[in-house]
Nanobody
């Protein structure tokens, strides 16, 4: 009923920049928090950044000052601007959104399929 589609992953050299996008579609009535997670090979999925419906943001210490999360609520889209990329940022990046599909229903979390970011040295 709800689809999240990420885009923007690519191969980039260390020090470079990338912008990820994640658009929610389907039976979306409202969206609360939108998050970016990442999972590197052999590691657990970790929270990278979050943004609430009113624009409050949170970042993992490892990306503070380098990554910026933003959202366009009219387009149900969240972005992750990544700068000064490091080899250790290499991972599959996933977006997650808390969504209501009816005005009277509960919030449910939905995940995208992921987009690969590879940073070369």
């Amino acid at each position: 009923q709800v689809q999240l589609v990420e885009s923007g992953g690519d191969l980039v050299q260390a020090g470079g920049s990338l912008r990820l996008s994640c658009a929610a579609s389907g039976s979306v009535v409202s969206i609360n928090t939108m998050d970016w997670y990442r999972q590197a090979p052999g590691k657990q999925r970790e929270l990278v950044a979050s943004i609430t419906h009113d624009g409050s943001t949170h970042y993992a210490d490892s990306v503070k000052g380098r990554f910026t999360i933003s959202r366009d609520s009219a387009k149900n889209t969240v972005y992750l601007q990544m700068s000064s990329l490091k080899v250790e940022d290499t991972a599959v990046y996933y977006c997650k959104a808390e969504v209501k599909t009816t005005s009277w229903g509960n919030w449910h979390g939905y995940w995208g399929q992921g987009t690969q970011v590879t940073v070369s040295s």
